[in-house]
């Protein structure tokens, strides 16, 4: 399995939170991230529309907000490091170091270097790689925490600010309490691998946002706002810090010879990172969403270019419905497609999982609903179509359309 995929996982099972789209299926015990990638360019569109963190993973999350007015805004500009905030720092980095994602990333660093990582040589590597400061031409104490995670001036522009609980926390709260993100649209412009042109694909992941974005910025030196613009920011929706730092520090560590490009979910990325001008710590670390991909044994898992529609559906059986509902999927691409993990959902979200089934290439396979599942009304409804968490197709109908017992309606 992907090293990425695999801290992911771990982070998941952590204190990192689910990635979902509008329609998701939202479990509070986990806890979720509804997010809303929108076309249009309205500046209050709020793309992070729904957030919840359960108790019980909060601890690094509130950590990492005590370190977020740590910085000076402009990347020109020297830091005065207090006595509290280094011991902050300090207190941060014990309570994710041995953190699930944490866990992975000191084993396959272990596993490359072929030496055994002790805790206090892991802590050292975490500081180093993210907290210690560098001058880089103009630039003074500079570090990856402050460029990845809180956003950094550069000009009139942003810079870095790849932490998607940054970003909601500015979009929501701000500096006291205001609105500080003005919303200006999605940027995705991967090439697909599969079909060599650009996609959009990256709309239909919600672990991943790829945007543009006005941030009025706190300079807590100067005390006042700065206006600054980021043309394209992308980052990873749902992990929590130490699920992203894990990431980031697998790639930045040039001895552990991570992969350029890793899979999450179904989703490949390009991981970008720079590092300081000795190689020692981590400049910026950020994805950029590639394209979707098949998985191992050549079956697609995802569809984001809807290779699957709900072709058909058989609602108003002659005598008594219940247990004779039908509904029939067709499969347009030329890949057999294994539908493990796909749903079936109506209206008021009652879902019948497809696992089991599979379409051949251009092929058709028809669900039969037992009643106790998917309900499809006579007096009207939807029916939708899920991998996952990720909405494929949908569909609906009236009454007129299902009137007469016995036919079949076709979408």
């Given at each position: ?113 072929g030496q055994t990582i002790t805790d206090s040589r892991w802590y050292q590597i975490l500081y ?284």
């Open positions: 399995m992907d090293i990425y995929q695999q801290i992911w996982n771990a982070d998941q099972a952590g204190n990192g939170i689910r990635a979902i789209l509008p329609d998701g299926i939202k479990d509070e015990t986990v806890g979720y991230v509804v997010v809303d990638e929108n076309s249009s360019n309205n500046p209050d569109h709020v793309i992070f529309p729904e957030v919840k963190i359960p108790e019980n993973k909060l601890t690094t999350y509130k950590l990492c907000e005590k370190l977020l007015n740590n910085y000076a805004l402009s990347q020109t500009q020297p830091e005065e490091n207090t006595a509290e905030e280094i011991e902050e720092v300090q207190v941060f980095l014990n309570a994710i170091l041995n953190t699930p994602p944490m866990k992975v990333a000191r084993e396959y660093v272990q596993q490359q270097i180093d790689t993210w907290f210690l400061q560098y001058d880089q031409g103009e630039n003074q104490d500079l570090s990856g925490f402050e460029h990845v995670i809180v956003g950094e001036q550069k000009g009139g522009k942003v810079g870095g600010y790849h932490f998607w609980y940054k970003y909601y926390l500015d979009d929501w709260i701000g500096f006291l309490g205001s609105d500080d993100i003005s919303y200006v649209g999605t940027r995705y412009d991967g090439q697909s691998r599969r079909t060599g042109t650009l996609t959009t694909q990256g709309k239909l992941v919600p672990e991943v946002v790829t945007l543009a974005y006005k941030w009025e910025a706190y300079d807590y030196q100067a005390k006042e706002r700065r206006p600054l613009y980021k043309k394209i920011g992308g980052f990873w929706v749902g992990c929590s810090i130490e699920g992203l730092m894990a990431l980031g520090t697998v790639r930045c560590l040039r001895q552990a010879r991570a992969p350029k490009e890793g899979i999450i979910n179904n989703a490949k990325y390009d991981l970008k990172v720079f590092r300081s001008p000795n190689n020692q710590s981590m400049r910026t670390f950020y994805p950029v969403f590639l394209e979707l991909v098949e998985s191992a044994n050549g079956t697609v898992v995802v569809t984001a270019d809807n290779d699957v529609r709900i072709m058909a559906a058989l609602i108003n059986r002659q005598g008594d419905d219940k247990g004779k509902e039908t509904v029939t999927l067709l499969n347009i691409s030329p890949n057999a497609l294994d539908l493990t993990d796909w749903l079936l959902k109506d209206k008021l979200g009652n879902s019948l999982n497809l696992g089991g089934n599979n379409i051949a290439p251009g092929g058709t396979t028809t669900i039969a609903l037992s009643g106790d599942d998917v309900i499809l009304s006579n007096s009207g409804g939807k029916i939708f179509l899920y991998n996952g968490q990720n909405l494929v197709h949908e569909v609906s109908y009236t009454p007129a359309e299902v009137g007469e017992q016995g036919w079949t309606t076709v979408f």
